[in-house]
């Protein structure tokens, strides 16, 4: 068997708000909160361009303090074409970490877990080439928000 190989996609930053995270509640999955990202920006060596607004993560935090991603976005590319991306993923994290991102306090990436599957989709014909790839990524908290590091799976 090989080694997995990896080739590095893009940078995706959304910006958002943690102090207007919506609380759903206890819910039989966990505690369910959404967070919408208010816009943002993503840049690789093949694509570059804006994270339109509107998107969000509707997070579970599970009972075993692990938190489920489930964020969605669209991204504008500088050409004016549109791709719906989807990351899946956990996020391990101390409360001590969690209250300094939602204060807007750098984090030390090594002080957490944050991983995701991404899925892209698109109807451009010059980026149709995303509609057939497995990517994954590393996350990291910013005091703006998010930051993920994409890589496209060989």
Known sequence: MSDLKTEFLCT?????????????????????????????????PKLKGTVLPGGGDW??????QMVELDVRCV???????????CFR??????????????????????????RVTAVT??????????NRVVAVGMGKLVPTGVEYEIYTVL
């Open 59 to 64: 997070f579970v935090r599970r009972a075993d």
């Open 75 to 85: 991204l504008c590319t500088d050409d004016n074409q549109l791709i719906y991306c």
């Open 12 to 44: 995706v930053t959304a910006n958002v708000d943690w102090r207007q995270v919506i609380d759903v509640g206890v819910t039989p999955h966990g505690i369910r909160q959404i967070i919408y990202i208010k816009g943002g920006t993503f840049r690789g």
């Open 121 to 130: 989709e698109t109807g451009s014909e010059k980026y149709a080439w995303l």
């Open 89 to 114: 993923g956990i996020n391990e994290m101390t409360s001590e970490a969690a209250i300094k991102a939602i204060t807007g306090q750098y984090i030390d990436s090594s002080k957490y877990y944050f």
